[in-house]
């Protein structure tokens, strides 16, 4: 059974950078697609990042883009989302995230290609 685990979550003041990674077990990890998912408090779960299998495609929602950046190791089965000029709005859980299924060439605009999920990490933006 596939296991998540993230790590790296922190308190940041605004402007700060941070980064989060995900070791991942429990299956072979270079074929799936890995993400990043948020939810602040009150708030749905929001797409964030994703990086498709074979690392050489990434997608970012459009309140991220340009200041993370999701990268992956496959030696290391681990998946990062390094996030630059944080902003309070970002404060959220963050949740690693991979695909149900392995091989995943489409689009990543959602959430509804992932299976599994890891049990989240705090980030906190003070401003």
């Known amino acids: 059974q596939v296991q998540l685990v993230e790590s790296g979550g922190g308190l940041v003041q605004a402007g700060g950078s941070l980064r989060v990674s995900c070791a991942v077990s429990g299956r072979t990890f270079s074929i799936y697609g890995m993400g990043w998912v948020r939810q602040a408090p009150g708030k749905e779960r929001e797409f964030v990042a994703a990086?498709?299998?074979?690392?050489?495609?990434?997608y970012y929602a459009d309140s991220v883009k340009g200041r993370f950046t999701i990268s992956r190791d496959n030696t290391k089965k681990t998946v990062y989302l390094q996030m630059n000029s944080l902003k309070p709005e970002d404060t959220a859980i963050y949740y690693c995230?991979?695909?149900?299924?392995?091989?995943?060439?489409?689009?990543?605009?959602?959430?509804?290609?992932?299976?599994?999920w890891g049990q989240g990490t705090q980030v906190t933006v003070s401003s």
């Open positions: 995230v991979a695909d149900r299924s392995p091989y995943y060439n489409g689009i990543y605009r959602g959430t509804t290609t992932f299976g599994s």
């Open positions: 990086i498709n299998w074979r690392g050489s495609s990434t």
